[in-house]
């Protein structure tokens, strides 16, 4: 199993940056891919970036250019794998909360953060 932790999120004005971080803790080298995805309100759960263990990345195009999914960071002391969504040039848009997701093992079950909401200001 894994756990997620997000962090990161908070108030920006458009144009600003925010780096969000997501620890993922348990059985980490078992996980396949994680991301991010975002909802806003009123509206359906979308993806804005996965990477995958091997360093495959995927991003909606709305955040093309703008966003950049770290690596899987792996910190054997405190046994956890980190990812980082680093958010530039954000727009009203953006506003979101953002969750963290891991895929895990064979099965590929989903784990789901607990969610950091993100509000760009215009």
């Known amino acids: 199993q894994v756990q997620l932790v997000e962090s990161g999120g908070g108030l920006v004005q458009a144009g600003g940056s925010l780096r969000l971080s997501c620890a993922a803790s348990?059985?980490?080298?078992?996980?396949?891919?994680m991301g991010w995805y975002r909802q806003a309100p009123g509206k359906q759960r979308e993806l804005v970036a996965t990477?995958?263990?091997?360093?495959?990345?995927?991003?909606?195009?709305?955040v093309k250019g703008r966003f950049t999914i770290s690596p899987f960071t792996i910190s054997i002391g405190n046994a956890k794998n980190t990812v980082y969504l680093q958010m530039n040039s954000l727009k009203p848009e953006d506003t979101a909360v953002y969750s963290c997701?891991?895929?895990?093992?064979?099965?590929?079950?989903?784990?789901w953060g607990q969610g950091t909401q993100v509000t760009v200001s215009s």
């Open positions: 348990g059985s980490i080298f078992s996980i396949n891919a």
């Open positions: 997701n891991a895929v895990w093992g064979y099965s590929e079950r989903e784990y």
């Open positions: 990477i995958t263990s091997g360093g495959r990345t995927n991003y909606a195009d709305s």
